[in-house]
């Protein structure tokens, strides 16, 4: 494909560098999440209207490259997604348009502030903040942060698909407008303090398709250990005086 539109592309570059690197030092420029959002919407409309679904997108397949437009690499076919991208809907029947809409809104908001929307090494845990809608809010990670720039996420990252945006160009167009709306200095649009989302009352589904990690056993209450210890101490002291 051609790399003008930041699509696919095998034409190397200077100083390419993949999203999911890139943020081990913190969120991005919002100049390139501009960019990130508007590569990806034209990307995976034009995907949509061809009647196909990407289902498969991740931070490490975005590439940025300085000076130029961002570009989607191929899909790894040994790759598995991670949980904290793929949409509710797409976890036991096959993705839509709007699941690649809630994945492309994942992948924005970790590059906007530099954490996961739905942060967790715990499947279940994450799969059920996913399906409430109990994300981490923006203004929580970055203080200060324009308030409808969240607003866009939580329609876009809605555990009801029929609630997101009509496609992606519709998101990427309110993302960008919530963005360019935050630097203007005459508008009044910045939070002062965290805000909550409200979580929804749909509750989460059965788990039957996931190779989850094995989790490790609840770790033992000190005050149980202590207790333990006691009893025994009691037990050793009346054998004592009954053996004298």
Not at 123 to 138: A, M, Q
Request: proline share 9%.
């Amino acid at each position: 494909m051609s790399d003008e539109g930041g699509t696919v592309a095998d034409t190397p570059d200077a100083d390419p560098e993949r999203l999911d690197r890139r943020l081990v030092r913190g969120a991005v420029d919002l100049d390139e999440v501009v960019a990130i959002a508007r590569m990806l919407a034209a990307h995976l409309d034009a995907e949509h209207a061809e009647g196909r679904v990407d289902a498969a997108l991740a931070p490490e397949r975005i590439e940025i490259r300085t000076g130029k437009t961002p570009r989607l690499l191929p899909i790894d076919p040994d790759a598995r997604p991670h949980k904290s991208y793929v949409a509710p809907e797409a976890w036991d029947e096959p993705a839509t348009a709007a699941s690649d809409q809630f994945s492309m809104a994942a992948i924005l908001y970790e590059a906007t502030c530099g954490g996961r929307c739905f942060p967790g090494d715990d499947s279940e845990k994450i799969r059920e903040s996913i399906t409430t809608g109990s994300r981490v809010p923006l203004a929580a990670r970055v203080p200060g942060l324009a308030d409808a720039i969240d607003a866009v996420f939580e329609k876009a990252l809605s555990p009801d698909a029929s609630l997101r945006y009509a496609n992606c160009t519709a998101f990427s167009e309110a993302l960008v407008g919530a963005i360019e709306k935050s630097r203007d200095p005459t508008a009044s649009v910045l939070v002062q303090k965290p805000q909550s989302s409200r979580p929804s009352s749909r509750r989460p589904p059965r788990w039957v398709t996931w190779d989850d990690e094995a989790e490790a056993p609840p770790p033992i209450s000190w005050v149980k250990v202590i207790g333990v210890l006691v009893v025994l101490a009691i037990i050793a002291a009346i054998v004592a005086s009954a053996t004298k």
